[in-house]
């Protein structure tokens, strides 16, 4: 069986599963992505999530008023991703009012990023597999086979911090040693399994 046979059927889902339920428990800005990127005080800054993935985390931006740039290289992956948007679309009401905020990008994040003048720029490289699970979700499994490593992260973070006019927010394993070759975080937030390393520039304040 090859892995397109065993990955047929997945899809990514905005209305229903983890995603829907996040959006209806209402957890609002106080949530720890939403203040590493700096939504605080009415303020919503323009978003590249560079590491599109299952756009969980753009969508959350979006759902709390933020214009979501993402980003995705994997043609599996970026397909995946905008099923998702459109199926969301179609459901209506905020559903829609939410995608109308996410732009969906196929490309290299390294290339793109100098073009679109972002605000902030989060980061969520693909980790190595924790061997301390003895069964990885079907969705980590798909999103792994279909994205693959990222041995250019630390080229990326280079762009990213470059770029970004206000900050940047690498999402990390909480216990992970920092990126190499990248400079100290301004501060982090930490959560039960990641830490957000966030990485101020000019003038933003930390949130």
């Known amino acids: 069986m090859t892995e397109k ?10 209305v229903g599963g983890a995603v829907g339920h996040r ?3 209402g957890e609002g800005r106080g949530q720890a992505l939403a203040k590493a990127a700096g939504l ?5 800054p323009r978003i ?8 969980r985390d753009a969508f959350l931006l979006a759902s709390l008023g933020a214009e979501v740039t993402l980003i995705e290289r994997s043609p599996g992956m970026h397909a995946l991703l905008a099923g998702a948007i459109a199926r969301a679309d ?24 100098p073009t ?11 980790h190595p597999p924790r061997h301390n699970t003895a069964l990885v979700k079907k969705e980590m499994r798909v ?3 279909l994205v693959g490593a990222d041995p250019d ?21 909480l216990r992970a040693e920092p990126m190499p070759g990248i400079r100290k975080p301004s501060h982090q937030l930490l959560g039960k399994s990641t830490r957000y390393d966030v990485f101020m520039v000019l003038g933003d304040k930390p949130t």
């Open 143 to 145: 999103l792994r086979e």
């Open 23 to 25: 959006l209806r428990s």
């Open 116 to 126: 679109l003048s972002p605000e902030v720029v989060i980061i969520d490289p693909m």
């Open 48 to 55: 590249v999530d560079a590491t599109a993935g299952l756009g």
């Open 153 to 173: 992260q630390v080229e990326l973070m280079t762009v990213a911090l470059a770029y970004a006019t206000k900050r940047v927010v690498l999402k990390w394993p």
């Open 5 to 14: 046979d065993r990955n047929e059927g997945f899809i990514v889902d905005f």
């Open 40 to 44: 605080k005080n009415g303020k919503t």
């Open 90 to 113: 179609a459901e209506g009401g905020i559903y829609r009012e939410i995608t109308s905020r996410m732009t969906l990008l196929h490309g290299d994040s390294r290339t793109l990023i």
